[in-house]
């Protein structure tokens, strides 16, 4: 018996595979052990112990060394190559809508300064969308909501219906179901107009805030849409308000924010050549529409403007989308292609 | 609305030293936004917005009289050099002693027309335009077409006050009678078009009893300036804003006169742009005056005043802004300033008194002329409101089950609340449940959706031709969106039910759907006996849809606790042939009656045959195989 030959032969043993066809060749019923076991019977009695001792331990030699061995090889390199730069296993990724991203990120940040997320109808009467904000019947500036309307009969006192073509309508309704101030609504809703081409559909989103307390100025709204800018836009972001007219609030004002690809300036170096920003016009894009809410806007919701004031401002979701992320073909937004949702 | 006017038009009457990119910069920080400036020749252009309330700044008069309040809070001069409404009035027009001229003006109601002014201009010589005129003209994007014509849109311009100037001798009889149209009178405007009155226009009718003008929105072709015309009639007015407006809607008409009109315009601005339309007629087509003076001003509007604190600014801007400030820029605004102590009496300019009417009013003026970018940014106080937990639940189940779906491997998608005819009955939905809209842009968007499972349907057909990088098996979407449920009938209605539902749609099989439903309810811990709504199959579309309210009702936060015990499972197979009379439901409902089963799961199906493992255990003690057995044996 050659001890040393069979544990020489394991030792050198190549692969997982030719230490399994030894482990057989020694260990296996009809290997080389029990081979040497079956023997025992031609050996003479006085020596069969001696035998069988030395048998045994080299069947546990064989078998500690196979054991090492495994590990030993089992350490090295597989003979076939694992390629540890493939994709691990598929897991499902569905998306959800920009849209929802960008509601659920304008909530919390307004929630971090205590307003309140609230829902209201997206089918309202006139009253709703006009008159409650100090918009008449016949008024011009209704022409600057185009609306569409809803074909049953009209309401005897809160007019036609109508689908809702700004969150605006949020303002009377939250007004009437606080009761008294302190108000801090965010209203975000699905709005209508009849307006379908390359930069509208014909529904679309808007975040509306509005803030009535005892003292609320000028400051506090340029605070909070300051606020907005830079976490929503990024630190850094600045805003301007520019005089404008809209019938629910006085003063009223138009919001830009600074550009981010300009940094505000209007221009940027491309090649070493000043150019004009392509983003924006000069340095500032519009965001929209804000002011201090009009004293009839307070009175029709039962507030007292003498001892109230407050600000509102109604902004496009799919608008801001487009700032920060530059998403711009809106119409992808709601025709239900799967490229363009599974995206995101 | 947008107007053009140039710098130099605009240093006709400012004597300032800002450059024209300074105009523009901080005149669209404090007033008007200037959208661009445009160099033409030697001359800039500025594009400038008017908002639908400040009609009176649609001018160059009325951009001057910003640049007079604005530039100087700039460290920049601005003063009128010459302001023509001061300096032009009848009082400059010389009335020879022969007017041969007449007209006889009637008009049926003073409502039309607050105030009516006419001359007319003899021996006129129509032929171009001085230069000056035709290059300002252009370069503000209207065309020039005689020295008569130009003149009168040369006055519109500088002054905002639209103008219109007749063939005199075209009006038979010298007669204007001004009245309201009957329905379906005709007239052919200037461009050559034939329009039909809708009725309750406002007209002008010759003795022959001809339309001669289309008021405040067109003049009529018979009576409009040739190269014939020798006389000439210029005619300056306002109007009923309500009038106008209504007739260039209802007509399709849209001019620039009648986006003037429309919004209302300042009797007073008539004289001075009557009188300066003498004088430039006179000077550039040789004509004289040859009439009286019309001018038919039956109510001259009472001036304006208000009268309120100088503690009012403060509180509604934020900043404490000087007395001797808030004088300054309301006197350079046009405002009549007087004070004493803490009192301001401010008597508006005639041509603000549509805009201007409480205090709110004035406050803005201020604050936008001493500059929001001078206005410090504070957040205020935080308060804690009440958020109505029905709303936060709404809000925030949805964003879960949102980012639930979507790790389940579903796409979110949201699509029009309206839907088209062929949608619903695609459906198998029927229209008279579902609200219209009365103006829609396209029979795609007419009706307002009472589920959401016809667009659902259109989603996954149209996507399924689709190369996407993707090879993910099916489609699954699905949306949250409210359904408009109609309440009441065709006589009295309410406003709709609005419910948010959320809807799947999947193109795999029957289980994939009611797996995912399945899902959704464990991720919310809704109790199992919430049954899975019914699913559709539509050639291999399956779809459900769920009211949201039920998820939230049954939902719960957190699962409720069944305490840990150290006895045995016993898990037992057995295979049952399934049929319509022994169903898995009934399998299961006859199977939990056992008190010690406690959940059951499916191993296989091979066609009717189905293999189900059963879990026995008790909370109480160590039951046994044998103890297990008996149970499902009596099944």
Redesign the interface.
């Known amino acids: 018996m050659d001890d040393n030959k069979y544990i020489e032969e394991i030792n050198s043993a190549k692969s997982q595979e030719q230490l399994s066809e030894l482990e057989i060749k020694l260990l296996g019923r009809n290997g080389i052990i029990n081979d040497l076991l079956s023997k025992i019977k031609d050996i003479p009695n006085d020596e069969k112990r001696e035998y069988g001792q030395k048998i045994n331990m080299l069947k546990t030699s064989i078998d500690q060394s196979i054991k090492v061995k495994k590990i030993e090889l089992s350490k090295q390199k597989s003979s076939v190559f694992f390629d540890k730069t493939l994709p691990g296993k598929a897991y ?6 920009i ?2 991203y960008a509601v ?1 990120e304008i ?1 919390k940040i307004f929630e971090k ?7 209201y ?5 006139e009253y709703g969308a006009f008159e409650s904000l100090n918009m008449p019947s ?1 008024h ?2 209704r ?2 909501v185009e609306t ?6 009209a ?1 005897l006192k809160l007019g036609k ?1 109508v ?1 809702t073509p700004h969150t605006s309508n949020g303002q009377n309704r939250e007004m009437k ?2 009761g008294k101030p ?3 609504m965010i209203n975000i809703s ?1 709005c ?1 107009r ?3 081409d390359p930069t509208h ?3 679309f989103h808007q975040f509306e805030g509005l ?1 009535v ?1 005892s ?6 709204l ?6 907005f800018a830079e976490i929503y836009f990024g630190k850094g972001t600045k805003t ?6 809209f019938q629910f609030t ?5 919001v830009d924010i600074s550009c981010n690809a300009c940094k505000g300036v209007g221009t940027i170096h491309e090649l070493s050549v000043q150019k004009k920003c392509r983003v924006c ?1 000069s340095g500032w894009l519009e965001l929209g529409g804000t002011g ?1 809410v ?2 009839n806007v307070l009175k029709e919701g039962g507030i007292d403007p003498s001892a109230s ?1 407050g600000w509102a401002f109604g902004f496009g979701i799919e608008r801001v989308i487009m700032m920060k992320y530059g998403l711009d073909d809106i119409r992808n ?2 025709s ?4 363009f ?2 995206q995101f | 609305m947008n107007i053009r006017i140039t710098y130099n038009w605009l240093l006709d009457y400012l004597d300032t030293d800002a450059t024209p990119d300074q105009i523009r910069e901080y005149l669209s920080l404090c007033g008007p936004s200037i959208e661009s400036v445009e160099k033409i020749g030697d001359d800039y252009v500025f594009d400038i917005e008017v908002i639908s309330n400040r009609i009176d700044y649609a001018s160059v008069i009325g951009i001057a009289q910003e640049a007079v309040a604005i530039l100087p809070m700039f460290g920049k001069n601005a003063k009128f050099k010459k302001n023509p409404l001061e300096k032009y009035n009848f009082k400059n027009i010389t009335v020879g002693n022969k007017n041969i001229c007449s007209l006889h003006v009637k008009i049926t109601d003073p409502k039309l027309c607050p105030r009516f002014t006419a001359i007319v201009i003899e021996n006129v010589l129509i032929s171009k335009s001085p230069s000056f005129i035709k290059e300002r003209l252009i370069a503000c994007g209207i065309k020039s077409i005689n020295n008569v014509v130009d003149i009168s849109n040369y006055l519109m311009l500088s002054l905002g006050q639209p103008v219109h100037t007749f063939d005199y001798d075209q009006i038979k009889g010298s007669t204007m009678i001004m009245r309201e149209s009957k329905k379906g009178e005709k007239i052919i405007t200037l461009d050559e078009k034939e329009v039909t009155l809708p009725g309750g226009d406002i007209v002008i009718e010759d003795g022959s009893g001809r339309l001669v003008d289309l008021c405040g929105i067109m003049g009529g072709l018979n009576s409009s300036i040739t190269d014939k015309t020798k006389n000439v009639l210029l005619f300056v007015q306002t109007y009923d804003k309500v009038k106008i407006r209504k007739t260039t809607m209802s007509t399709g008409v849209r001019t620039v006169a009648a986006t003037f009109f429309e919004k209302g315009l300042d009797p007073e601005r008539v004289e001075p742009t009557l009188a300066y339309g003498v004088e430039l007629l006179e000077k550039y087509t040789g004509g004289k005056v040859g009439s009286k003076i019309y001018d038919i001003y039956p109510k001259k509007p009472e001036k304006k005043l208000l009268v309120m604190s100088y503690g009012v600014f403060g509180k509604k801007i934020g900043v404490e802004i000087p007395k001797k400030t808030i004088n300054e820029i309301l006197t350079n605004l046009g405002f009549l300033v007087e004070h004493d102590g803490s009192t301001l009496r401010i008597t508006v300019p005639s041509f603000r008194v549509n805009d201007i009417d409480i205090p709110e009013d004035i406050v803005e003026e201020v604050a936008r002329v001493y500059g929001y970018h001078n206005i410090p940014s504070k957040l205020q106080p935080a308060v804690y409101v009440e958020q109505p937990k029905e709303m936060e639940d709404l809000f925030v189940f949805q964003n879960r089950i949102k980012i639930f779906l979507k790790h389940l491997g579903l796409n979110e998608v949201i699509n029009y609340s309206m839907i088209s005819r062929s949608m619903i009955e695609d459906g198998g939905l029927k229209i008279e449940d579902h609200l219209r809209l009365s103006n829609s842009l396209s029979e795609d968007i007419e009706f307002l959706r009472i589920s959401l499972l016809p667009s659902l349907a259109k989603n996954i057909k149209e996507n399924m031709g689709k190369t996407r990088y993707n090879t993910a098996p099916g489609l699954k979407l699905f949306e949250i969106a409210k359904v408009y449920i109609p309440v009441g009938n065709k006589n009295i209605c309410s406003l709709p039910n609005e419910i948010y539902r959320l809807g799947i749609a999947v193109n795999t099989d029957y289980a994939d759907l009611k797996g995912i439903v399945e899902a959704v309810y464990r991720e919310l811990n809704i109790p199992d006996d919430l049954s899975v709504p019914e699913i559709v199959d539509k050639n291999g579309v399956f779809m459900t849809e769920i009211d949201f309210q039920t998820l939230i009702d049954n939902c719960q936060l957190v699962p409720t606790y069944k305490p840990l015990h150290p006895y045995a499972i016993i898990k037992l197979d057995k295979t049952f042939e399934i049929n319509p009379k022994k169903t898995y439901d009934i399998i299961q409902k006859m199977a939990f009656k056992s008190k010690l089963l406690q959940k059951i799961e499916v191993v296989t199906l091979y066609q009717n045959k189905l293999t189900l493992r059963f879990y026995y255990s008790s909370p109480e003690k160590n039951i046994t195989e044998s103890d297990a057995k008996s149970e499902l044996e009596k099944l």
């Open positions: 499902p990724k569905g998306s959800i809508h849209v929802s659920e909530s300064i205590g307003f309140i997320r609230v829902s109808p997206e089918v309202d009467w016949n011009p500036a022409d600057d569409s309307f809803i074909d049953v009969p309401h219906m689908l179901r606080v302190p108000i801090r699905k209508y009849p307006n379908w559909t014909p529904m803030c307390d003292d609320i100025n000028i400051i506090n340029r605070g909070t849409l300051d606020y301007r308000l520019r005089p404008h007219h006085e003063p009223s004002f138009e016009k201090m009009h004293p004031s937004y709601y239900g292609d799967i490229r949702l599974e």
